[in-house]
Structures are given as structure tokens and as C-alpha cells.
Nanobody, 127 residues
Framework: QVQFVESGGGLVQPGGSLKLSCVAS????????IGWFRQAPGKEREGVSC?????????YYADSVKGRFTISRDSAKNTVYLQMDSLKPEDTAVYYC???????????????????WGQGTLVTVSS
């Protein structure tokens, strides 16, 4: 069974950092593009970041997080991470990871083409 489990969320003050983990079971992450997405209360789900398959491992970021978030993959642990620095209150959301089976990130910004969604992890940025 293909499944993601996200973890690492929590409450952090503005300017703080968190590192989210996305552990895959039932398949090997290297062959897929993996995206991080978030959904704030009352808002649509949006693409945050994506890393393409291990063919080239290109990374992509939404403008709102560029320079603050870093996506990475640990193949040995079958895990993708999202390092989040300089967090802002507007980063508050439930964060999800999902996979794209062709290995490309082209649809992540429109939340298109991704599946095997995890249950999400809540990030709250507040003083």
C-alpha cells in the first residue's frame, strides 16, 4: 500500500524554524516527484515546494517561501524533508506531501497530478 506519513509540525514563534518529514512506505521515493503542499483554514490547498525524481532532483519553490524553505531527499531513509526557516504567521497551515508518478514537478503549483496524500501535519506560527 502506497502511503505517506508527515511529521514535524508544531507551534513556533515568528522567525523560528521547523523541519517537516515525509516518510514513504510501499514505494521508492527516488522514482517520483515529491511535493509539499499546504492548506490554511478557509483557503485552497497550494503547492509549496517540489523535488523531481532522482533523474535530476531539481527543486522548485513557491514565491512566498523562496529563500526560506528548503526541500531535500534522503534516499536511504525513503524520506523527503522540508526545512522551514524565518517562519511567518501566514505560513500557518496543515502541510501535506504527495507524489507524482512521472517524476516531474510541473503540476505542483496548481496541485495537479499528485496523489497518495498523507494525513498532514499542522504548522502554527504565532507569538
Amino acid at each position: 500500500q502506497v502511503q505517506f506519513v508527515e511529521s514535524g509540525g508544531g507551534l513556533v514563534q515568528p522567525g523560528g524554524s521547523l523541519k517537516l518529514s515525509c516518510v514513504a512506505s510501499g514505494f521508492t521515493l527516488d522514482y517520483y516527484a515529491i511535493g509539499w503542499f499546504r492548506q490554511a483554514p478557509g483557503k485552497e490547498r497550494e503547492g509549496v515546494s517540489c523535488i523531481s525524481s532522482s533523474r535530476d532532483s531539481s527543486s522548485y519553490y513557491a514565491d512566498s517561501v523562496k529563500g526560506r524553505f528548503t526541500i531535500s531527499r534522503d534516499s536511504a531513509k525513503n524520506t523527503v524533508y522540508l526545512q522551514m526557516d524565518s517562519l511567518k504567521p501566514e505560513d500557518t497551515a496543515v502541510y501535506y506531501c504527495a507524489a507524482e508518478s512521472y517524476g516531474y514537478c510541473s503540476g505542483y503549483s496548481k496541485v495537479r497530478g499528485f496523489g497518495a496524500w498523507g494525513q498532514g501535519t499542522l504548522v502554527t506560527v504565532s507569538s
